[in-house]
């Protein structure tokens, strides 16, 4: 992808080479990179997000066709130390008082199969590779991938703070009969410090009691899936990151999403009024993500 390089706020322009990838300021409060996180956050300023939200590529599940992509490890171990480094250098750029929320859901051993035919219904499921079954696991089991990463991160400095269900009412039906449809992610609430800023009062949620207007809002949400009309097959909802947005950043905060796939973060963050940075590795879905944001939804 060729395109004009705008020089952003934060960075100086002679540090983002347009040999690596390419920067686009998509609307007034919306910056959108194109290139491999990994090296990117490195060009970034310390303390400078005060949030970061993001969804990165779950293992083995999905096949972006890039070279060098997350999610494409050979062994769950690799995945999560690579997501560990990632993350540990987004940690960097982010205020001291800040939160870093993350999507991301489970699988399953492949049971020794290495390919995966296409799913009528998600096409994007197709895969040319399938992950051998992580040694000390046996053929369906369920990997524990959440708690594997979140664990990871808790022990590279990370404060854990709470891990959040993300029920799914209107879930993708599956075909299994020997265990129950999967219809939840988990969505893990970090902090820098032991003390950051959490806006609780804007994200309560209505009260059973007549008498109480609203409470604290819970560790389950109930959130329907959002389809996309686009060629990108994992898609978070708007409004499982507009409670994010709006919990862990005030007016005109920045947020950072490593991972900006569609541009959902983005599209939230131009509603609420917040800055925001987007990174992406596959240029096909930063122009989706592009078009989403000058649409405005």
């Known amino acids: 992808m060729h395109e004009t390089t705008q020089q952003l706020e934060m960075f100086d322009a002679e540090k983002v080479p347009t040999s690596t990838q ?166 893990f609430l970090f902090s820098k410090s032991e003390k950051y800023y959490y806006d609780w009062q804007a994200i309560m949620e209505p009260a059973a009691d007549r008498k109480q207007k609203s409470k604290n809002r819970r560790s389950v949400w109930n959130i329907a899936t959002e389809p996309y009309p686009g060629s990108h097959f994992a898609v978070y909802p708007r409004a499982l990151v507009r409670l994010c947005v709006a919990a862990g950043t005030r007016e005109n905060g920045r947020v950072l999403d490593p991972f900006f796939g569609s541009g959902t973060t983005g599209v939230i963050c131009n509603e609420l009024g917040r800055l925001c940075v987007g990174i992406e590795l596959k240029a096909e879905y930063a122009q989706l993500a592009r078009e989403r944001l000058l649409r405005g939804r």
């Open 22 to 187: 390419s920067v686009t300021k998509v609307t007034n409060r919306c910056e959108l990179l194109v290139g491999d996180a990994r090296r990117l956050l490195s060009q970034m300023p310390d303390k400078y997000f005060n949030c970061i939200i993001t969804s990165p590529p779950y293992w083995g599940l999905r096949d972006y066709g890039v070279t060098g992509q997350i999610g494409s490890e050979s062994t769950v171990e690799e995945y999560i130390a690579d997501l560990v480094l990632l993350f540990r250098e987004a940690r960097r750029t982010l205020a001291d008082d800040g939160t870093f929320w993350l999507n991301i859901g489970d699988s399953y051993t492949s049971g020794g199969r290495t390919w995966r035919d296409a799913d009528a219904k998600n096409k994007g499921r197709a895969m040319e590779y399938r992950a051998p079954t992580p040694e000390g696991l046996k053929p369906k089991d369920l990997i524990g991938v959440p708690w594997k990463l979140a664990f990871a991160l808790q022990a590279d400095g990370w404060y854990l703070r709470t891990d959040i269900i993300w029920n799914k009412p209107n879930c993708q039906p599956e075909s299994v009969k020997d265990r129950p449809t999967r219809s939840h992610e988990y969505l």
